[in-house]
């Protein structure tokens, strides 16, 4: 690991981070489409810089600059077109009711995109929520709960202190926080001695990125990286105590109930990494890093070199992640996706279309690269009924 920095950690204000990843000119969104390749490829682009806290083991792109990303001027984020995504939400959000009994009972969600998940809260529980983010959309989602919920197209700050109800919901949204310890804690100020609203966040997991070296997974709108010991102590930092800590979805999010409290808690879960440990993993990723990218470099050059046609699957970050990193030009013509409405759009950056999954009846390519292997099983058997027959690579 590189030499220390003058960085203050966010999470736990020590001075202690080092870097140890960079990736110039990365797009400043990678989830943004648009409607011509000149548009998409002259795209405002920004630095990854990851810095490693050797205090609190959190990792942070010190190189964040805010200003570059506007989610107001966004449509809301959606995933909904997954079968595998949404059984999981589905089960989540049986959980949480039953976990804590919401019933009749206001939740708030922060960052909530279209608000999806909040209604399905509301819906199977018959609760009353509100959903706050800066792109979100009044009926955005269609729901039997629609009448109860409200939604606040801002950002979440002290405003919107008295929005807690009995559950706080923020999902997918700290990662996205430069301030993390500012932002949680704005949150604990505002529930106060409600001892009894709890409280539940979801966020990526970089120990994978790390062990598997998936530096397509590191991309510039995640400025905060966490593992479930660096997030347990950011709660603690900010007066939570952790009621359950745990990693799902494939072993991909990390998910983290918290109860506020009066003083720090000693409360530590057996599941939370070392500072030592994730130093480890840190250093794996460095050591491993410029094999793995020779590794996807020399693929795209057989691709080339023997003329085969070779897709993408997947138009999501991780999609834009790859593509940037590895500087992609011909060896890969066009990108799939399931959601339609992200046909014939363009990915910033490398500025490749998106098409159909149908479309590769006629394309029929030699290779498919898939993003989230997780996938895989889903997108062979498509093909399969298409007659679409090709050499699978996973992203791993
Ligand atoms: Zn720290």
């Known amino acids: 690991m590189k030499q220390k920095t003058e960085h203050i950690c966010p999470n736990c204000k020590n ?28 795209f405002p682009k920004g630095d990854v810089v990851l810095g490693f806290c050797g205090n609190c083991g959190f990792i942070s792109n010190v190189a964040f600059d805010q200003s570059k990303l506007d989610y107001s001027s966004l449509a809301p984020e959606e ?112 529930i106060g001695n409600k001892f009894n609203t709890a409280t539940f966040f979801e966020v990526p997991d970089i120990t994978r990125i790390l062990h598997e070296v998936a530096f397509w997974d590191i991309y510039y709108e995640h400025c905060s990286y966490f593992n479930l010991g660096s997030l347990a102590r950011l709660f603690r930092f900010c007066n939570f105590e952790v009621t359950n800590l745990m990693r799902d979805y494939f072993d991909q999010y990390l998910l983290i109930e918290a109860k506020p409290v009066d003083q720090t808690s000693k409360t530590m879960f057996e599941n939370e990494e070392s500072v030592e440990q994730t130093a480890k993993d840190v250093e794996n990723f460095v050591l491993h890093s410029q094999e793995k990218l020779s590794f996807w ?75 989230n292997p997780i996938y895989c099983n889903e997108i062979k058997k498509m093909m399969d009924e298409m007659g679409v027959a090709a050499d699978y690579i996973p992203c791993s």
């Open 15 to 42: 001075q202690s981070m080092s870097i140890f990843y960079t990736a110039n000119n990365v797009p400043a969104n990678s989830c943004m489409m648009f409607s011509n390749h000149e548009e998409a490829v002259s």
């Open 79 to 190: 995933q909904g077109f997954s079968g595998t995504f949404n059984t999981y939400a589905q089960k989540l959000a049986s959980r949480l009711i039953q976990n804590y009994d919401l019933h009749g009972k206001h939740i708030c969600e922060i960052g909530c995109g279209r608000g999806d998940f909040l209604a399905l809260v509301c819906q199977l529980g018959n609760n009353y929520g509100v959903g706050i983010d800066p792109s979100t959309v009044s009926g955005g989602v269609e729901s039997e709960a629609s009448s109860r919920l409200t939604f606040i197209k801002d950002y979440y700050s002290e405003r919107y202190a008295n929005y807690h109800g009995d559950l706080v919901i923020c999902r997918h949204t700290l990662e996205h926080i430069p301030n993390t310890a500012e932002f949680v804690g704005t949150l604990r100020r505002g």
């Open 297 to 371: 470099k020399n693929q795209l050059s057989q691709i080339q070199n023997k003329h085969k046609k070779a897709i993408v699957w997947g138009s999501g970050s991780k999609c834009v992640g790859f593509m940037t990193t590895l500087g992609v030009k011909d060896e890969i013509e066009y990108i799939v996706d399931i959601n339609p409405r992200r046909h014939g759009k363009f990915i910033p950056g490398v500025g490749k279309q998106i098409v159909s999954p149908e479309f590769l009846k006629q394309y029929r390519p030699d290779i498919i690269i898939v993003m």
